[in-house]
C-alpha cells in the first residue's frame, strides 16, 4: 500500500482486514510507515452446495461484497484508516482492461479514505487468483456443509 507524503501521527502497527464470502481474514501486523508491505496470501474456500448452474454461481458472486480494510492498533478497538468494497464477482475476475504487470494479474485501486485519515487516499497493489471446481456430494452430505 502506498500513500506518498503521508506520515501517520499513530505509530501502532497496521494491518488489512479481508471479508470475502462470509469469511475474514486478516494480514500479519507492520510498522506504521508507508510504503506498508503485506506479502501473504489470504486464501478463502467456499463450497456452494445448492449451485448446479455457473449463471446462478455469477448472480451470487455479483450479490456478495468484497470488503477491505486498512486497520491501525490504535487503543481500544484499532482505527480504519481506508476501505475498498466492491461486489466480489468484479473482485475476483476484475475486467482485463483493469490489470497491469507482468503477469496481468497485479492490479492497483484507491481505498476510500475514512474521516479520521489526513493526506491522499491509500493505493493498493494486489493480484487475485481463482479456482471454481466442480464436486459431487451424495445427497446426505449436500445437507450438512
Known amino acids: 500500500i502506498t500513500c506518498p507524503g503521508v506520515l501517520l501521527k499513530d505509530k501502532e502497527e497496521l494491518y488489512l482486514n479481508v471479508s470475502v464470502l462470509g469469511q475474514y481474514k486478516k494480514t500479519q501486523c507492520v510498522p506504521a510507515a508507508f510504503p506498508l508491505f503485506f506479502q501473504e496470501k489470504l486464501v478463502f474456500e467456499k463450497v456452494f452446495a445448492d449451485i448446479v448452474d455457473p449463471g446462478d454461481l455469477v448472480e451470487l458472486l455479483e450479490l456478495d461484497t468484497a470488503v477491505l480494510e486498512l486497520i491501525q492498533l490504535v487503543p481500544p478497538v484499532g482505527k480504519i484508516l481506508a476501505t475498498y468494497e466492491e461486489n466480489t464477482r468484479d473482485f475476483l475476475f476484475p475486467d482485463p482492461k483493469r490489470t497491469c504487470g507482468h503477469h496481468g494479474s497485479d492490479r492497483e485501486i484507491l481505498m476510500k479514505r475514512s474521516s479520521s485519515f489526513t493526506g ?15 464436486s459431487l456430494l451424495s445427497s446426505g452430505r449436500s445437507h450438512i456443509q
Request: proline fraction near 7%; avoid cysteine; glycine fraction near 0%.
Open 120 to 134: 491522499i487516499a491509500p493505493k493498493l497493489r494486489f493480484s487475485t487468483s481463482s479456482l471454481i471446481t466442480e
